[in-house]
């Protein structure tokens, strides 16, 4: 894409279609349009309709398709005003469509996260894995060759980086100087329309265009669609409010990640349950609508639920919010508050074979770093002043706010997916399988959890990142350092220097590190489950690193 295909005309469809949700006989299809418009998506003997709404000069619909049948594979056609406008004629991909499960069939997941721009605008790390993948299903579908397709796509967050963006966006943001506050920073997103660029990019290149037109996805935000560090503590949110530009960007996420990834996380009959999509589809020009409602998710963390649920057969996915609600009062520190934690505990009751957590940032991270960040967390809560601004730096001069950063939540999730495991707490039986899905350290690895001899589930942490990025060369000894026995048994006699207990789950590394671009793939089938982990090649093609029975 060239740089004056950012302000392209580029016909009445200008992103999508995006399959997102796909429940029982229905549907949901995403896309933004050139103007205001009725939408239609034509799968016949199924079909829907919706009206745009508007936000900021940009036009968006949610389009419903009910009617589709069973186990089955249907083409679909997005019409704008009558006049079918996708799949273009002259498209390389396959055209589009939608899968409907197969009662009994095996379930199948792709997760992974930190996808940096289209591989069309950045070629300095290695291949996109995404990218990867999607040629990979082209290819059997040129080859009339039998896959195992997939029944959904889980990115776990840092699915566009508005302050890290490619030179391309970079070029074009120095063109809107005059447009922007005079301390706004030129190479970040700041406002909506900066935000609608990222996404344009990203989801442009033609076979991430093609896999989100025909595989399902759910996505859940990290740091990165809003800025390195978000919400890593009160002292970094006083300080970030000083700067003039800070209200307009934080904003400007909110809403559009609601418009880009949240909106499709939301199941067809759940749509008329969320007041902001009523509010949005009411309003026909939603800009206020929305730039109210990222102020006030901002300010009230809990006044708009990030987290869901999504259930496929008998496997159970909860995905959390690990950055927008998070408790940052010292003494109070939580990755998820009080009324956020009651709602995850309640989504875990219930008759499932396979219980996965979509979390953002890994539960279970090498030993060594886990006993790391759980000392910065008591430095920063530190009595003595210096003690607590030095504890504060250290944890965001080196990221360390994961988990092991929230210990009370650590321990809490913990204990949580211990109950799971033992077959309480409204589970019964025991699931075969509990696994914590995350990003964002830049490296994949799994790692098998011990949280004693009456817990029956196999519990694991399964971490696949990035997507499309990198980990600098130098830090890759101190990851691969975090699992060496000496160094977390050093680690842990600072931790209980400073009078922090053990952890109250064990853990050992069965899987990884590996540090290439990648993605994971889960095989869940009646009470057994699998696990890979899929590496990019020079030939942008995708090799095994790893492969792990789970249960």
């Given at each position: 894409m060239s740089d004056t295909e950012l302000d392209a005309d580029r016909g009445p469809l200008v992103l999508g279609p995006i399959l997102r949700r796909v429940e029982g006989d229905r549907a949901t299809v995403w896309v933004e349009t050139a103007g205001p418009a009725t939408v239609e998506v034509d799968a016949a003997p199924a079909g829907g309709t919706a009206r745009t709404f508007a936000a900021h000069g940009h036009h968006y619909a949610l389009v419903v398709v009910s009617g589709l049948p069973g186990g089955a594979v249907t083409p679909y056609r997005v019409k704008i005003d009558g006049v079918e406008v996708w799949?273009?004629?002259?498209?390389?991909?396959?055209?589009?469509?939608?899968?409907?499960?197969?009662?009994?069939?095996?379930?199948?997941?792709?997760?992974?996260?930190?996808?940096?721009?289209?591989?069309?605008?950045?070629?300095?790390?290695?291949p996109d894995a995404l990218d990867a993948y999607a040629g990979r299903l082209i290819a059997s579908i040129r080859s009339d060759a039998p896959t195992e397709w997939p029944d959904l796509l889980i990115l776990l967050g840092d699915q566009v980086y508005a302050d890290e963006t490619p030179e391309k966006i970079q070029r074009w943001l120095r063109g809107r100087q005059r447009r922007r506050r005079a301390d706004a920073p030129m190479t970040q997103?700041?406002?909506?329309?900066?935000?609608?660029?990222?996404?344009?990019d990203s989801w442009s290149d033609p076979e991430i265009r093609w896999?989100?037109?025909?595989?399902?996805?759910?996505?859940?935000?990290?740091?990165?669609?809003?800025?390195?560090?978000?919400?890593t503590s009160q002292r970094w949110r006083e300080r970030m409010a000083q700067l003039s530009w800070w209200d307009q960007r934080i904003q400007a996420g909110l809403a559009s990640y609601w418009v880009y990834q949240h909106l499709g996380n939301l199941a067809p009959g759940a749509l008329a349950e969320c007041?902001?999509?009523?509010?949005?589809?009411?309003?026909?020009?939603?800009?206020?609508?929305?730039?109210?409602?990222?102020?006030?998710?901002?300010?009230?963390?809990?006044s708009y639920r990030w987290s869901y649920t999504v259930d496929i057969d008998r496997t159970r996915l909860v995905m959390l919010d690990n950055r927008a609600a998070r408790e940052l009062e010292e003494g109070k520190r939580a990755m998820l508050p009080d009324s956020e934690w009651a709602w995850f505990a309640k989504q875990l009751a219930g008759d499932y074979d396979h219980l996965l957590i979509g979390?953002?940032?890994?539960?279970?991270?090498?030993?060594?770093?886990?006993?790391?960040?759980?000392?910065?967390?008591?430095?920063?809560?530190?009595p003595r002043a210096w003690v607590s601004r030095f504890g504060e730096k250290l944890r965001q001069a080196g990221d360390l706010e994961h988990w092991a950063a929230f210990g009370?939540?650590?321990?809490?999730?913990?204990?949580?997916?211990a109950q799971v495991g033992t077959g309480h707490g409204g589970v019964s039986p025991a699931p075969a399988s509990i696994s914590v899905l995350s990003g964002d350290v830049h490296h994949s690895y799994?790692?098998?959890?011990?949280?004693g001899p009456e817990v029956v589930s196999a519990i694991h942490q399964l971490t696949c990142s990035p997507v499309?990025?990198?980990?600098?060369?130098?830090?890759?000894?101190?990851?691969?350092?975090?699992?060496?026995?000496?160094?977390?048994?050093?680690?842990?006699?600072?931790?209980?220097?400073?009078?922090?207990?053990k952890p109250v789950v064990r853990w050992r590394k069965t899987a990884g590190p590996h540090f290439g671009n990648a993605v994971g793939l889960l095989l869940l089938d009646g009470r057994t489950a699998h696990v890979a982990i899929e590496g990019t090649r020079p030939d942008k093609t995708l090799g095994e690193v790893a492969a792990l029975k789970l249960s």
């Open positions: 799949p273009r004629p002259d498209d390389p991909c396959p055209p589009p469509v939608i899968r409907t499960r197969r009662a009994g069939a095996p379930v199948r997941l792709v997760f992974g996260s930190c996808r940096e721009a289209s591989p069309l605008s950045v070629t300095r790390y290695p997103v700041v406002d909506f329309h900066e935000y609608t660029k990222l996404y344009l896999l989100l037109s025909t595989v399902p996805s759910v996505m859940i935000f990290d740091d990165h669609e809003i800025i390195d560090d978000w919400n007041p902001v999509y009523a509010a949005v589809a009411t309003a026909g020009d939603a800009t206020e609508v929305l730039d109210e409602f990222g102020s006030r998710a901002d300010r009230d963390g809990v979390s953002s940032l890994p539960w279970l991270l090498p030993p060594a770093i886990h006993h790391l960040e759980a000392a910065t967390e008591r430095l920063a809560e530190s009370r939540s650590f321990d809490a999730l913990s204990a949580l997916l799994a790692a098998r959890a011990d949280l499309h990025n990198d980990v600098p060369k130098l830090l890759r000894p101190a990851m691969k350092l975090g699992w060496n026995p000496p160094a977390a048994r050093m680690m842990r006699s600072l931790a209980r220097m400073m009078r922090l207990r």
